[in-house]
Structures are given as structure tokens and as C-alpha cells.
């Protein structure tokens, strides 16, 4: 008993790589079945969430002082305190419930959209592949406690600190770690306690990404407690940048802010030089300074993204970094991957050839169900047979897993692998039995680099090398082939004409092939290239084209994008799906990545102007490719899954990586992630960034317009000697009230009939094309001209400064409220728009009418707003000045009509 616990205590005391599997199992009270559903609960309450820091974002402190710190804010406490001190308590009362609210507005705003876009991060949040309760799972990273056994492949992050216990040639980059850039190669021997961190081969560290083999380990250490969360780094940040077109926006505010302040004070000094009133000119010079500061921009511009970003979750495209809301309306290129985003991934095998012929299998599966009758071929079932070894190759070097469940069958693992289990059991073979009666002793996975897997059995004595792979790859191994009488010599040409044939039928190919191997230990550096090997037959399997896939490759033509692809498979096999696709037309450029790779850059760059198909391509290809497309000039989006796609999903300007296939690595190296890894849904993506940066440009058109028509009122109003036609707290009315509400409802505005029809805007187009600077402009000057000529005619006719400004106030009023409906589109006229296309922009339309008129009827904003009831009569004359901006846009929209929206 006493050693019992000594030996417990010397267990409990050495450091997890010291450890064997069973010291490690006991100190964990685990085994490699799982914990159970009831004690992982229990840890997870004892350990908490497997997570570096609680994710809540910036404090709602920090960005209210992001609110407070504006230019704007600054300026009007400023022109408040200065007010008070004057004694006008009235407008110091309203610019100070304009701070109060601007600030609670942006800030309401700003939190919601930072809320939303962390939530949809949250659906990409990393996973982890778990054995509990003695099944594999699929778990959220977060909910990993220690005891746990996790599963790790290529690509994946290592999820907690792990003991390892199986491994095969699993290699992990620990550069986020300990800087070290070249992959680890990991094992599970124990190590002796005096081993240095950088060296304990048989740990994987949280935050480290696997590079290539597959590993099982136990947890040991989650959250704060693992290597990671000690030196407390955090590795993948929520990505917060400001887009540039947001940046354009704040240096405009910014610069907008300093000129303002600086005419004020020059107003103010002419004025007192002109001999009027120090307190009079000072509120001159706020008025004049709050007309002209664009204060609803910023709030605008968060609102429109937040919108935009929202809208494309609904499309399943996920967007991680805000700028590529923007940069999706640039794109001109996609380079798209083909399995599984253009096509389904649901494979089928349809086609086993061998030197004694061909059987062919008919149905189709559909994820779910296959018609398992077994078919007949040409052959018996003679497992010597080269027919049933090709089949059994299928089965002995394969991850993955066919279950026969209540409502059809379930696959795991690799599409490719589970067509070959489903093709064998049609054809005789019981993939469980055969796996049981051939032990494994050593494989090498597939990784899309090797193109090939590999795996030792044996049976009765007997060792088989067993590989399956590209037919290239496989037949460079192969000096022999299998017939019904016994091997012969190879025939290159015949199989290859086979895997051609198949493969120009858009079937994947694989050759499958054998060696029996001396009954000496294996050396597993043999397996990475094995020679010697006698083939024994293909397989070709269908990968149906994705539904809408056709479709979206037609619009994204039409809106003047390229669509290529780029795959590792066969080029006859991508060549007929890019046909059927229509990316390509029959004769379509094809390269593969061989020819890529012979390219000195300058050819690169000239061909990737035709090339509609890569195939064969590795990932490093790809990366070559989007470089040579944007020095080019163009605009690059392309996807990526794997671990070493990495680098051309940061390189290119949208990197897409797919939500269900991707690898950890893929995703943190992307700008949007797709749901459902539908090329469809980029399509999509694609139209609502246009459509977001289209409501962008009307939010801008229209807060610009009506400010520029308030800073001129004013200017030339003061220019004429008259007095003034609104003052201060009237035009904060005008810009934080009445207004506001119509710029949110511009953010939904549905996207234009032609936004895919159009062609990608130019990667420099500024915020507003050359057609919308004039409308904004000549839509300014009708609103000043408008609500100056009705002020006066106010003013002439009943001789009340009171009613007149009340009267030029309600004419702007009415103005923006027109104005918000040109802006709507800009090049078709409102009178084609649907009315209740944007209910929201109606809604706020009658609210903002609405509050206005009851300000002018209740006591307190009628003192400190000084306004004063009007009569009918007032309100019909204000209607009509106000509709003329709308003739005045129409009539432009007739003179300048399209074409130009999107320069
Ligand atoms: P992409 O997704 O980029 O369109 P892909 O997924 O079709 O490419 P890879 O997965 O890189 O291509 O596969 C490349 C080639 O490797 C295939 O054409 C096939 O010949 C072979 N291959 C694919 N999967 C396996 C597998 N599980 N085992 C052995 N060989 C495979």
C-alpha cells in the first residue's frame, strides 16, 4: 500500500514526457476509449473551457472612448462649454444631448456590429477530432479537458498540450511556439525528465499546426495551463482591421474636422472685425462647424459593413477580415479548387480496370445509399484474382470508415477512401473482415503532396506493401502487372491509355499495386518511395459537378470575372469537368503543375492570361500562379484547404478556405471562410460585396449632399448679410435625428438588378465615381438655392426670423427625405424603383417626418430648438421647393446614366 502511494506520488511528480502510456493513463484516469459524456462534463466544470483568455473583445469602456475621442465629439463640447459660458443655456442644452446621443448611437452600433461579426468568427471556431465513450467525435476546440484522447491530421492546430501515443510520420511546425521554422518530427517513446521543451519529441503543443502524418495523444495540460497559455501569446487574434476605404473615410473626417474649425475662427474673426456681437459670431461659427462636420459617417460606415458581413453569412461565406468586404467587389479572378467546392465530393466508384478488362458499376451514391448488390463482371471471385486485389488494395490502404446505420449508410473520412470500401463491398469484399485478417504493420496516409498511401499487412506469414495513388505516381513504382495467368512485364502505354480514357470520362483515377516484402522488420524510409511493385488494376470513380455551380460560373462571367481551376487531379479529369462546368470550351488552355513549374516567371505571367485549368498542381504551384495573376493587375480570389495552401490563401487578395474541409491552417490563413466550401457561395459573396461597397457609396452620396447643402446655406446667408437661416441647434436637429434614421436604412438597401452584370470596380476607384461628385453636387446647390429661397419668402411675407427658420428647417427636412430616395440607386430612376423594396428606408422616412413634427408642437423643443408650429400652407410650399432635387436627379440620372456607377 505504502509503495503503492510512493509510486503514485514519484508518477505524479515526473513531467508528462517521462511518462510510459499506462504512468499516463493512470495519472489521467483515462484509457484510449474516452472519458465518458458525464466525466468530461464533470473536468470541463473543474478545469474550465480549454481557452488562452476569456474572447470578449475590446470593453464596452474602450469603445465608448473610441466614440468620445472623435473629432466631432471634441468639437461640440468644445462649442457646449464656450455656449454655456455665453449664457445661450438653450443651445448648450442641445449640443449636449447631441453628444450625449451621437455618442450612445455610435456606441449601440459600434458594440452590435463587433457582437455580430464575433459570432459568426465563432462558427469557424477550430475543432477537434476526440475519441469518447469509444467513438470518434467532432468537438469545439474549447471543450477539450484533460484525459480527453484527440485525434490530429495534416493541417490540423493541435488543440491542448498532448501526450502523444500513436504516430505515424507526424510532423508539427512548433514555430508559434518556439520560433523553430522547420517541422518537428514527433514520437511517443518516453524521454528522460532533464529534456528540454523544444526537444520533447513525444509532446504536441497547443497552437502548433501538424504539417503532415496523423497522431493520437492524451490531453495534459488545456487553456492557461498548456506551454501556449503559460507564455500567455495570443496566436490567433480576431482580425480588426479598419478597411481602407474606412481609413480613406476617417482622414477625410479628420482633415474635414481641422478645415472646419479653421473657417469657423476665421468667420468668427471677420465678424467681430465687421463689428458684430462676440456671442452672436461664436454661435455663427458652431453652426457653421457642425453643418459641415459629416457626423453621421462613421456610425454609417460601421452600420453598411456590419450589414454587408451579415447578409454574406446568410450566403454561408464567412468573412474574417473586414477589408475583403471591399476587395470581393474588385475581384477579377477565382481560382477555385475542384474537389468539393465545384464539385460534390461524393464519389463513386464506376469504373475497376484490369489487364484482363473492365467492370463497370452502375448508381450513383448520394452520401446516404448505394444499391450494394454486387456486380458482376467479367471476373469471378477469385480473391487471387487481379480484380479483387485491386479492390483489397483499396481497402488496406485507406482511413477511412463505412457504417451501416438505421436510415442508409455513413461514411467517414476521405470521400475518395470511402468510395473504395463502398466499390469492394458491390464487389464481393467485406472491407471489416479483410482489414481484421490483414494486420497492419506500418502505412504511410495520403497527403496530397505524395499523391500515394501506403501500408504493411500481413497475414499468415505473408507481408504485403500494399500502395494505392495517382496512376503516374503508382506505375513510376510498378515494373510488373497483374493478368488472370500471373504477372507479366508492365504495359506503360496500355494502363495509361486506361487511366486516360477514364479520366477524359471526368473520372478520378487510382492505381492500386503490390509487393510481397521479405519477412524482415520494415524499414519505414522505404515506404516513402517504393520500387519494385506490380500493378494491379484502376479504379475510376465520378464526382458530380456541384448543384448551381454551372450557374455561378456563368454570372461571375458576366460580371467580368475569370473563373479557374486549379486542382490536384488528373488534367483529363479536370479537363472534362471544367468542360461540363464551362469553365473551359473543349479545346481549353490546360496546364499542370509540371509545366508550371518549368515556366520562368516572365512565361508564367503571359500565360495565366489563358489557362482556364491547372492540374496536378501543389500548393506551391498555386502560390506562383496568383502571384504571376496579380502583377498582371488582377484581383485575386482563390481557395484552398490544406496545410500548404496557407501561403497562397495569405498571398492572394482574397483567400477563401473552405468551413468543412479546411484545415486550421487554411482557415486562419483566409479572409473568408465558406460554410458549406460551395464555389456557389463565393458567387454570392461576391454580389453582396458589391452590393455593400454600392451602400456605402449611396450612405456617402446622400450624408455628403445634404451637409455640403448645410454648409453653404449658411455660407451664403452670411455672404448676403441676411440673418441666419438656421441656427446651431437646428442643424444638429438635422444631422443626428432627422437624418440618422434614413442613413441605417441605406445600409439594407436590396442590390442593384445589374450588380452582377457590371464589371469588378477598379482596385483604386474611389469612394464616389465622377457621375456621383456631380450629382452630389448639383443635388447640393438645389437643396441650398431651395431652402435659401423659401427662408427669405418666409421671412419677407411675415417679417418672424422665428417662422423663417422653422420654415427653412422643415424645407431640409423634407429635402433629405427626397434626397434619401435619389440616392437609392444611382442610375435608375426612382420612379422604376420598387417603393417597398427597402420597407426600412420608408419607415424611417415617415419617423423622421414624424418626430420632426412633433418637435414643433411640444413646448421644451420648440424653446430649445426655437421652432415654431406652421401653417398648412408653409408645409405645402416647403413640399413643393423640396421635391424639386428630385427633378433635378432625375434629369441628371437621364443626362449621366450608367456606365460609370462602377468607375
Ligand atoms: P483540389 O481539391 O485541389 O481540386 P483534389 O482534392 O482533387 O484537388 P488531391 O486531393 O490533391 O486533389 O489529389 C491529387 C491526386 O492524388 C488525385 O488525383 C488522386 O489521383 C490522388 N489521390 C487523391 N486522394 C487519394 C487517396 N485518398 N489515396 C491515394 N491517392 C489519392
Known sequence: ????????????????????????????????????????????????????????????????????????????????????????????????VVVVLNTTVGFVQERQAERSVRALLLLVSPRARVVRDHADWEVESRELVPGDVVLLESG????????????????????????????????????????????????????????????????????????????????SEVQQTATPLQQRMERLARVIGVVVVGCALLAFALGMIGGRAASEMFLIAVALAVSAVPEGLPVAFTITLAAGVRRMARRRAIVRRLPSVETLGSTTVIGSDKTGTLTENVMTVRQVWTADGVTHLTGIWDGRTVDCAPVMGPNGHDRTEPRQLTLLTGILTNEAEVVQTADGIRTQGDPTEAALLIAASRLGLDPDEEREAYRMVAEVPFEPERQFSASVRQRDGTRLLLVKGA?????????????????????????????????????????????????????????????????????????????????????????????????????????????????????????????????????????????????????????RIVRAMQANGDVVAVTGDGVNDAPALKAA?????????????????????????????????????????????????????????????????????????????QILWLNLVTDSLQVMALAFEPGEPDVMARSPRGRSAGILSR?????????????????????????????????????????????????????????????????????????AIIASIAIHVIALYLPWTQYLLRVEPLDLAVWVRATLVASTVVAAAEVHKLLRRDGEFAS
Open 1 to 96: 500500500m505504502t509503495s503503492d502511494l510512493a509510486e503514485i506520488a514519484a508518477v505524479s511528480a515526473r513531467p508528462w514526457h517521462s511518462l510510459d502510456d499506462t504512468e499516463v493513463e493512470d495519472r489521467l484516469a483515462t484509457h484510449p476509449g474516452g472519458l465518458c459524456r458525464e466525466e468530461v462534463r464533470a473536468r470541463l466544470a473543474r478545469y474550465g473551457p480549454n481557452e488562452l483568455m476569456d474572447d470578449a473583445g475590446p470593453s464596452g469602456l474602450a469603445t465608448l472612448l473610441d466614440q468620445v475621442r472623435s473629432p466631432l465629439v471634441v468639437i461640440l463640447v468644445v462649442a457646449g462649454v464656450v455656449t454655456a459660458l455665453l449664457g445661450e443655456y438653450a443651445d448648450a442644452v442641445v449640443i449636449a
Open 771 to 843: 457621375v456621383m461628385w456631380e450629382r452630389v453636387g448639383i443635388t447640393s446647390l438645389v437643396i441650398t438655392v431651395g431652402t435659401l429661397f423659401l427662408f427669405r419668402w418666409e421671412l419677407d411675407q411675415t417679417g418672424s426670423e422665428g417662422i423663417a427658420q422653422t420654415a427653412a428647417l422643415t424645407t431640409m427636412v423634407l429635402f433629405q427625405m427626397f434626397q434619401a430616395l435619389n440616392v437609392r440607386s444611382p442610375s435608375r430612376s426612382l420612379f422604376r424603383m420598387h417603393l417597398f423594396a427597402n420597407p426600412l428606408l420608408l419607415v
Open 156 to 235: 490540423a492546430r493541435v488543440p491542448a498540450d498532448l501526450r502523444l501515443t500513436t504516430t505515424t510520420a507526424l510532423q508539427v511546425d512548433e514555430s508559434a511556439l518556439t520560433g523553430e521554422s522547420l517541422p518537428v518530427v514527433k514520437g511517443t517513446a518516453p524521454l528522460p525528465v532533464a529534456t528540454g521543451l523544444a526537444d520533447r519529441t513525444n509532446l504536441a503543443y497547443a497552437g502548433t499546426t501538424v504539417t503532415s502524418g496523423r497522431g493520437r495523444g492524451y490531453v495534459v495540460g488545456t487553456g492557461r495551463q498548456t506551454e501556449l497559455g503559460t507564455i500567455a501569446r495570443e496566436v
Open 471 to 623: 496512376p503516374e505516381r503508382v506505375l513510376a513504382m510498378c515494373d510488373a502487372m497483374l493478368t488472370g495467368h500471373g504477372p507479366v512485364r508492365l504495359d506503360h502505354d496500355a494502363v495509361q491509355l486506361a487511366a486516360h480514357d477514364m479520366a477524359s470520362e471526368g473520372l478520378r483515377v487510382l492505381a492500386m499495386a503490390h509487393r510481397v516484402l521479405p519477412p524482415t522488420p520494415v524499414e519505414l524510409d522505404g515506404l516513402e518511395e517504393p520500387s519494385g511493385l506490380t500493378l494491379l488494376g484502376l479504379q475510376g470513380m465520378a464526382d458530380p459537378p456541384r448543384e448551381g455551380a454551372r450557374d455561378a460560373i456563368a454570372a461571375c462571367r458576366d460580371a467580368g470575372m475569370r473563373v479557374v481551376m486549379i486542382t490536384g487531379d488528373h488534367a483529363a479529369t479536370a479537363r472534362a469537368i471544367g468542360n461540363e462546368l464551362g469553365i473551359a470550351e473543349d479545346d481549353a488552355a490546360v496546364a499542370t503543375g509540371v509545366e508550371v513549374e518549368a515556366m520562368d516567371d516572365a512565361e508564367l505571367h503571359r500565360r495565366v492570361g489563358e489557362v482556364d485549368v491547372y492540374a496536378r498542381t501543389a500548393p506551391e504551384h498555386k502560390l
Open 653 to 729: 487578395d482574397i483567400g477563401i478556405a473552405m468551413g468543412k474541409r479546411g484545415t486550421d491552417a487554411a482557415k486562419e490563413s483566409a479572409d473568408m471562410v465558406l460554410a458549406d466550401d460551395n464555389f456557389v457561395s463565393i458567387a454570392a459573396a461576391v454580389e453582396e460585396g458589391r452590393v455593400t461597397f454600392d451602400n456605402i457609396r449611396k450612405v456617402v452620396a446622400f450624408v455628403l449632399g445634404t451637409n455640403a447643402a448645410e454648409v453653404l446655406t449658411i455660407v451664403i446667408a452670411l455672404a448676403l448679410d441676411w440673418p441666419l437661416p438656421l441656427i446651431a441647434a
